[in-house]
């Protein structure tokens, strides 16, 4: 079966550590490298993919994802163009609307009208071509000399409109049932259609919590604080749809920086225990993560697939450490056993 496969890779080590096991993930098997942006949480992502680039050949190496609001869009353009010339041809440029990076400042998320500007100048000025800036017509000394797909990090209908109009990908994290994949699918080929375009050569890519376990308690206990996250963050009607109603307080004392990126992730699933019990939490892995035995992944993954996704981004709940498990598990399991 056909599909592509990202690991979310955090820069909460050195850099050097960092891009080592970007190589181990392309030893393992894996697609691409997605590294995230958060200037308190991580180390700066260009500089943790550029040692990356140095320590591999095959691997694409993603930003998933940088905002508009910390970097001004000239300067991620500079960026995703001088990377580049290290790994030609295997950049990707993920963006988002901003989360810890931008809600740590008191800054709000890039709204929809304005994210579809900057993703214009991001396009332009990756290509060599000249943005006007205040009036003044500038362009990038050094543009890319591949391109470099752009992705948004999408799950609202109108921001999943605005990345099948514009952009070459669209990472989603608004479930991984098959329904709910072919739901997405279909707001994607909306915006698609506005601009004429079909999504042949658009890349779906579904993320989620990955974790293999057979231990339900477990998987309860892994999932529970996101659920919470969501709800604070605009998904409550989301969770309705799938029966989970919940209304917990906009910032839970004692848990840092938040629910969804917790340092002491044990915390903080004690913490939503007020919200979420064991059911509620099987009850949104089975909607939104990817949380089972190998069969159980396996088979999930190629339903996924079956409903229109193209490539997978896997993650694991921790924001602090390094996807050991997941890496390990996904290259002598999961992968080859979805392949073949």
């Known amino acids: ?37 958060s200037q308190f949480l991580w180390r700066d992502v260009w500089a943790t993919l ?34 580049d010339e290290l790994a030609p041809g295997r950049v990707i440029l993920g963006v988002g609307t901003g989360d810890s990076s931008i809600k740590t400042l008191g800054l709000r998320p890039t709204r929809i009208d304005r994210l579809r ?4 100048i991001l396009r332009a000025l990756i290509a060599g071509e000249a943005v006007s800036f205040d009036g003044r017509r500038m362009r990038l000394d050094a543009p890319a000399e591949n391109p470099v797909p752009i992705y948004l990090a999408a799950n609202a209908p109108r921001a999943l409109g ?3 109009e514009l952009c070459d990908g669209a990472i989603f994290l608004s479930g991984f049932r ?6 997405t699918v279909e707001r994607l080929a ?3 259609a506005r601009a004429h375009r079909d999504l042949d050569a658009f890349d779906v890519c579904v993320g989620t919590i990955c974790h293999v376990t057979d231990d339900l308690g477990e998987a309860a206990s892994i999932v529970r604080p996101y659920v919470v996250a969501m709800a604070q963050t605009g998904g409550r009607e989301a969770l309705r749809a799938i029966g989970v109603d919940i209304d917990p307080p906009e910032v839970i004392a004692g848990i840092y920086p938040d629910m969804s990126h917790a340092k002491d992730w044990d915390e903080a699933s004690a913490a939503a225990r007020e919200w979420v019990d064991d059911d509620t939490a099987l009850r949104f892995a089975d909607a939104y993560c990817l949380v089972g035995s190998v069969t159980d992944c396996v088979e999930r993954l190629r339903a996924a697939a079956d409903a229109g996704a193209t490539s997978f981004y896997v993650r694991h709940v921790s924001s602090y450490t390094l996807p050991d498990a997941v890496l390990a598990a996904y290259a002598r399991d999961v992968i080859p056993r979805f392949r073949t």
């Open 1 to 37: 079966m056909s599909a592509t496969f990202g690991l979310r890779i955090p820069p909460c080590r050195s850099a050097g550590e960092v891009a080592e096991f970007v190589a181990r993930a392309e030893d393992g098997g894996f697609d691409i490298a997605w590294l995230p942006d």
């Open 117 to 120: 500007d900057q993703l214009e």
């Open 190 to 192: 909306l915006g698609a």
């Open 162 to 164: 605005l990345a099948g």
């Open 50 to 83: 550029a040692l990356a680039a140095r320590e591999t050949s095959r691997i694409k190496l993603g930003t998933c994802v940088t905002n508009v609001e910390t970097r001004h869009a000239s300067v991620t353009a500079s960026a995703a163009a001088t990377l």
């Open 178 to 183: 098959p329904e709910l994949v072919a739901t």
